[in-house]
């Protein structure tokens, strides 16, 4: 780890002011991916600026419409809330799936999908639910807000303040863990609302993104049967060590159909 | 007297106290004043031309000391890093050894390589400094896969090394080889069945859960050297130290292994870094102190494994064994750790019999280059390596000849009357009950209701297989005269002080060295047994030159087999003195004195004395037979053993796999071993639930990768997969005991067991599953995606 400037911010717009700084500041959530990063000197922020502080960013409060989410509120949190998890079950079974109970005691749903690692288990959930992620400045959807591997629409000054769930008919997230990682190898949640099924994968490509095709066989008919027979290319797949593309595009399929089956209870 | 702590009893971890309360004290928790901190610059590259190092830019950052490189250590005399173990090829030439450099002199072999230390105020400071280090190097090629360097045209790493061959080993010796060989051939001429595999034991890396460190204390005014290190055995460092590469006389050396968290072989050796701390610290007259990073660990601490084995078995016509051959290539690294030439060879090739009667084998071993990091022993060293290749190839005979894995072996196990058993492979094995545990194991699995477990299985959609291993191997290194004509450089006796105080409590100096192990309880239950003291009145003191004789400290499995058995003898000699005190005390014969239960009686009177007041006696001679006795009561022993005790074991295994994912679950582990007589069977539980626990690690999950250059895949637990709890099933643990004759305890070893025997059971398991899809053969790990793979391959042929 380097030398580095550390804040630990009173409010969103004192955050945001420190993080508009000159230099590289950074803003430090759980820091369950940034602190390894530091210390592995991945990363050479000139400034962290905590967040931990700031109570304006935690909670979860529940609509009858929409769960929202603050930034910094922890994984073991939203796994342990019971209301949203009767609301939301695969938001809950989401949560409780990542890491372990250290991270999901510091890491936070801010934090993962502003990272937006190719592999976390929050992106899948919040594309899938069609959340929308509110800013220090604006709101995004979540259509808009995922980019790339670990890229988002976030500008510089920005900050994930709150996460605005609507709430589905039914949804479900299954995961194949990296054995080694506990991330995602190949992570699918699948959700049903008025308006139409959403199908999000995250692990299995570069980064989160829908699937079209599976989304419509879904609206046609809400269960595992009506996604046999459809598969992914496994030319759009990660290939490594642990995987390899064809069992990716494999997995995909089989954990899609699973999530409709944790969907339909 | 001793209650519920003595010898055969759970007694509580003694240790635990420290350790659960965060007061233990490693390495890293001693500071020193005027300490300062070493950051090693390593090879990014894994086979270069070092051209120069140049350190100006990174002497002139703030807080550092000194940036010192192996021309510096070459100015020094430090000598290279010394190989304890020769092996001697088929042709009589002695494998090749090359000079092993502390930091590198003229090329790097392996990625991790340490090339250059720096020495600064802070690890921080250090660290910042080793990123101005500007090493030139001048890429080579390089090769990873020891297969791949053997090839015609592969990059060459040592000039003395033709062909990256480091030695070309056949066994048995050279008088007897040739006829092993021609017999061996015949067996397969005249066989009714032939099986034969090609496998990979695949490279592990040891992960320890406190990564090594050495902090190095000279001090200039006295001239002595105290070494704090993550040892395993500190005399042993110090003689190295002393006489290899520091050269130094060892009264100016200490070397202190307190409190260490784990070792699995990865901590023997006398590595690069504890030598430069030792060195830094002489040269600059203060304090310099080493820890490892994890991702240092991964690059830095000997691997373990990785061998290429051809294995081919002859069976008569009543499935029979009676010939066995076997062709492995290990892969040693850049260079050669200490014991890496031994582990595949003489670790190895002397258990390829099992425990099986098969009169004829014959083995050849290669050992090879190649730029990776060194092996070396990791637990159970050679034998997993030697147990799986055997245990694959006798369940591909069942499977071929369509007969019961249980069947198979009984058939073939060497019967309990013939122990002692001289084997054709050189051991001659202690006692044993191979039918006895295979029993045992199979009431435990429930053996007769596989069939409806594995319809069970179906019913949900998965696939359900059962598979069993019978290991033996070699524990208590080692007769020290059998061990000097395998190649051995020391000898490998253990030494036990028992120091009885002036009120009764008992001090144990042991040249063992407990970085897990338990030693602390289960020692002092054996003083607590044999000398009727209580057991909190017994310390035992260990991993210290400065306070223990010169021991060999704690490798495979030989703890108790040969330092509890020093510790036995110098008891014994302790209750022989006290006999003759208490004699005089109680005005008898020393012949008339019995000793029990903590009391000197005179045979067949009421007249006793208790141990402690022998003890005081003989502290305060005041009635006391001074003209035929020295006061004190304070005795040592050496023991070297007359033969290795050979534990052995049968696992049985049940997985079931889901073919959609292929996510292999285990369902049921039942391992019976045979210890011989166990001090503390929780204690015993323990060790084997850590071995299994590694073995299925390897089985399923581990795997240390390089690519076909040599640069790690694996280089933190986000890529190398380790086992957690969760992957483990609740494991069913019984123990059937032979005692060994070959030591005074009648005990065998028991840290290394699981390692040993748990890979095959688990992949004969999943074959045993696999096998109705086609799928015969599979490598270890069998990740989900490997299974998976299989089944696809398979499913494509049909």
Redesign the interface.
């Known amino acids: ?3 580095f400037d550390y804040y630990r911010a009173g409010s969103v717009r004192d955050a945001a002011k420190k993080l508009a700084a000159a230099g590289n500041p950074m803003l430090l959530a759980g820091g369950m991916t940034l602190l390894p990063a530091l210390k ?1 000197r991945l990363n050479e922020p000139s400034a962290l600026i905590d967040l931990a502080g700031i109570d304006e960013l935690k909670g979860v409060r529940l609509g009858r419409k929409a769960a929202r989410v603050g930034a910094t509120t922890t994984h073991a949190e939203v796994s342990g809330n019971v209301e949203l998890r009767a609301a939301i079950p695969a938001l809950s079974q989401a949560a409780e799936s990542i890491g372990d109970p250290q991270v999901r005691n510091r890491g936070t749903l801010g934090g993962s999908l502003a990272n937006n690692d190719p592999a976390a288990d929050y992106p899948a959930v919040a594309l899938g639910l069609g959340a929308t992620v509110i800013t220090n400045k604006r709101k995004i959807a979540a259509d808009e807000f995922f980019k790339g591997m670990f890229e988002t629409a976030l500008r510089s000054g920005e900050l994930v303040t709150e996460v605005l769930f609507p709430l589905p008919q039914r949804a479900g997230y299954a995961k ?1 863990p990296n ?3 506990r991330y995602a190898l190949a992570g699918v949640c699948v959700a049903q609302f008025k308006s139409g099924a959403r199908v999000a994968v995250t692990g299995a490509g570069t980064s989160v993104h829908r699937l079209k095709d599976f989304e419509e066989a879904l609206n046609e008919d809400f269960s595992p049967g009506a996604l046999e027979g459809l598969s992914v290319s496994a030319a759009s797949m990660n290939d490594d ?4 593309a ?2 990716r595009a ?2 995909v399929g ?1 954990m899609a159909r699973r999530a409709v089956r944790m969907a339909l209870g | 007297m001793s209650g519920n702590r003595g010898i055969g009893a759970a007694a509580p971890r003694s240790e635990d106290r420290r350790f659960i309360t965060g007061r233990g004290r490693y390495v890293d928790d001693i500071n020193l004043r005027s300490q300062r901190y070493a950051w090693f610059v390593r090879s990014p590259h894994p086979h270069a031309e070092v051209r120069g190092v140049d350190a100006e830019q990174a002497l002139r950052m703030p807080g550092v000391a000194a940036v010192l490189t192996g021309a510096d250590l070459q100015a020094d005399g430090i000598g290279p890093l010394p190989v304890a173990w020769g092996i001697t090829s088929m042709d009589g030439s002695p494998a090749v050894e090359p000079e092993f450099p502390a930091l590198a002199t003229d090329r790097v072999r392996y990625v991790g390589n340490p090339v250059a230390v720096v020495i600064a105020d802070t690890r921080a400071a250090a660290r910042d400094a080793a990123e101005k280090v500007n090493v030139h190097y001048q890429e080579l090629d390089s090769v990873s896969n020891a297969a791949a360097a053997m090839e015609e045209g592969a990059p060459q790493l040592h000039d003395a090394a033709e062909g990256n061959l480091c030695f070309n080993w056949e066994w048995l010796p050279s008088a007897m080889a040739p006829e092993a060989r021609a017999n061996t051939d015949r067996a397969f001429r005249e066989a009714a069945h032939v099986v034969s595999l090609e496998l990979v034991n695949n490279r592990l890396v040891p992960n320890a859960m406190e990564p090594r460190a050495s902090l190095a204390d000279f001090n200039p005014g006295t001239g002595q050297l105290t070494l704090y290190a993550t040892s395993q055995n500190p005399h042993v460092n110090r003689l190295l130290l002393c006489t290899a590469t520091l050269k130094m006389p060892e009264h100016k050396v200490r070397v202190v292994a307190p409190d260490v968290g784990g070792g699995f072989g990865s901590k023997i050796y006398h590595y690069a870094e504890e030598l430069v701390v030792c060195w830094a610290s002489r040269r600059l007259g203060v304090p310099v102190k080493w820890t490892a990073e994890r991702s240092e660990s991964f690059l830095g601490d000997a691997q373990g494994r990785d061998h290429l084995t051809r294995v081919e078995l002859a069976l008569d016509a009543d499935a029979r064994f009676t010939g066995l051959r076997v062709d492995t290539i290990a892969n040693l690294g850049g260079w050669l750790s200490a014991f890496g030439p031994a582990i595949p060879t003489v670790f190895y090739a002397p258990l390829l019999a099992g425990v099986y009667k098969t009169p004829n084998i014959y083995v050849t071993v290669k050992g090879v280059f190649t730029n990776t990091t060194p092996t070396d022993a990791y637990r159970g060293a050679g034998r997993p390596e030697a147990c799986y290749a055997i245990e694959r190839i006798v369940d591909e005979a069942a499977a071929q000849l369509r007969m019961d894995p249980a069947e198979i072996r009984r058939r073939n196990f060497i019967p309990p009357d013939e122990f002692p058993y001289q084997s054709p492979v050189g051991q001659l094995y202690d006692s044993g009950d191979f039918e006895g545990c295979l029993n045992l194991a199979m009431e435990l699995n429930g053996y007769a209701g596989f069939d409806q477990r594995r319809r069970q299985s179906e019913a949900r959609g998965k696939l359900r297989g059962r598979g069993m291993s019978f290991y033996i191997e070699a524990c208590g290194a080692a007769p020290s005269q059998a061990a000097g004509q395998l190649g051995a450089r020391a000898g490998l006796y253990e030494v036990a002080t028992v120091r009885v105080h002036p009120t009764g409590a008992v001090q144990v100096m042991t040249g063992a060295h407990s970085h897990g192990q338990s030693h602390e309880t289960t020692f002092a239950q054996i003083v607590a047994d044999r000398l009727g003291v209580d057991f909190g009145n017994v310390e035992v003191v260990h991993g210290d030159t400065g306070e223990v004789p010169f021991g060999m400290g704690t490798y495979g499995s030989r703890s108790l087999a040969v330092g509890g058995s020093a510790l036995v003898k110098a008891i014994d000699k302790v209750i022989e003195k006290g006999r003759k005190i208490a004699a005089h005390l109680l005005e008898a014969a020393a012949d008339d004195i019995e000793f029990s239960e903590g009391q000197f009686r005179v045979a067949g009177t009421g007249r006793e004395v208790a141990f402690g007041d022998v003890a005081l006696a003989a502290y305060v001679p005041h009635n006391y037979p001074l003209q035929e006795l020295e006061p004190g009561l304070e005795e040592t022993s050496f023991f070297d053993p007359e033969n290795f005790t050979f534990p052995s074991g049968c696992y049985i295994c049940e997985v079931e796999v889901d073919p959609g994912t292929g996510v292999v679950e285990l369902c049921d582990f039942v391992a019976a071993d045979d210890f011989g007589n166990l001090i503390n069977p929780m204690v015993v539980e323990g060790q084997v639930h850590g071995g299994l626990a590694q073995g299925i690690g390897q089985a399923l999950m581990e795997h240390c990768r390089y690519t076909p250059e040599g640069q790690l895949l694996t280089g933190s637990y986000m890529d190398y997969c380790m086992p957690r709890a969760d992957d483990l099933p609740s494991f069913k643990v019984a123990t059937r005991s032979t005692p060994t004759p070959f030591n005074p305890l009648g005990v065998k070893g028991c840290g290394e067991a699981g390692a040993i025997g748990a890979p095959p059971a688990v992949i004969n398991a999943l074959l045993d599953a696999l096998r109705p899809l086609g799928v015969t053969h599979i490598d270890m790990p069998a990740t989900p995606n490997a299974v998976w793979q299989a089944i696809q391959a398979a499913q494509a042929v049909e």
């Open positions: 780890m380097r030398e592995m194949f054995p080694a990682t060590m642990h995987a390899s064809e069992y494999h997995l089989v």
